[in-house]
């Protein structure tokens, strides 16, 4: 599974980041930034909620 993000459609909220810091990154002004495209299985559970959380869909999950 991978957890990708389409930078044009974040804005900044950093609301993703809280259930999943070992896989989003926020950069100096709260944008997102994937530390690790590739979840591990044990992190699924984590990145499912931060794509959640995104308030403009900007994450999703992937093959």
Do not use: F, H
Request: charged share 20%; hydrophobic share 45%.
């Amino acid at each position: 599974m991978k957890l990708l993000l389409d930078s044009t459609r974040c804005q900044g909220y950093g609301l993703c980041q809280e259930p999943a810091p070992e896989l989003i990154a926020l950069d100096d002004w709260g944008y997102a930034q994937v530390r690790a495209a590739d979840v591990p299985v044990d992190g699924a559970e984590a990145a499912a909620a931060a794509v959640a959380a995104c308030p403009n869909s900007a994450l999703r999950l992937g093959k």
